[in-house]
């Protein structure tokens, strides 16, 4: 009888133990789901080719084979979307780490955290180690901004070893999920960077530039006047103004634009807002030469958007040594 009873009893832990392990596995999907990106970022992106590979294609090659990806390009020319939107694409778990000087390498990794038992605690994994234990898209952005000693713990993780010590969790390794994908970024030219020693560098075989595409502009980017201005300020960075004219002030311009509680005024003004205060004036000057033509591209963003710009009739673009 006794016997009965310890089995029932023993039957009974079991059961609870099973239905609690169940509870704790589904509560851990929630949470890792919401680290897919969700399908829209797929759906909006728009790709682009890298010598003559399509960009999602490289990525996955770059899956496949293990290979981590260096994007090397201006601020706002879509560098951190590529992760996003793959991520999205492939129902991935995605992470992007901001690789600044204020990194806590225990939000990283993971740390100790009480829970509700007093006097007990427990290991609780930081974003980069959830990722890599169960795949997906590590994106480490501007990785040149990126500390020395927090990009040396990467090391084994980018070479042939794919793994992380967990120094904080009894020395721990954590061998990367084979579906893993590091993708870093950078901006070269960017104020306040660090030049990538060559030991980082190599990790990474695929080394893409990833400037303003034109192609990408063209779909993102209905206003041609807007382009042509755009084309005007970026090859006056370095020379006349330093802030660079990214993909996305283009976006904002048109958005606020065709937004009839502001306008094309509130538009340019916002626009010019962006650069620093000695630059503001040449930039203003060429919106102001140009805004005939803006007007136009407005007319046909609110009724009809042109497909190209041969669709505008006569346009010309006028800039400060024209006149």
Known sequence: MAAAKQSKSTTATVKRTVKRTKQQRSEEEVRLDAYIPHPDFASSYVGRKVWGVWDFELLSIARSEKENVLLMGETGSGKTMLGEAYAAKTRSLYYSLPCDVSIDPSALWGKIQPTDVPGKFIWQDGPVTQVVR???????????????????????????????????????????????????DMNPNYRGTLELNAAFKNRFRFKVPWGYDASVENSLVKFPTLRAVAGKLRDMVGIEIQTPVSTNMLMEFELNAMNGALGLDFAIGNFVAAF????????????????????????????????????????????EEDV
């Open 134 to 184: 169960e795949g997906g898209v590590l994106n480490l952005s501007e990785i040149n901004f990126m500390p020395p000693k927090i990009s040396a713990t990467l090391y084994p993780l980018l070479d042939h070893r794919r793994y992380i010590p967990l120094l904080g969790h009894k020395g721990e390794v954590v061998r990367a999920h084979e579906n893993l994908l590091v993708i870093a």
């Open 276 to 319: 620093e205060g000695d630059e503001q004036k040449a930039v203003e000057n060429i919106f102001n030469l140009n805004k005939k033509n803006l007007d136009r591209d407005l007319a046909f963003g609110l009724g009809q958007t042109a497909e190209n710009d041969d669709d505008l009739e006569e346009a010309e673009f006028y800039f």
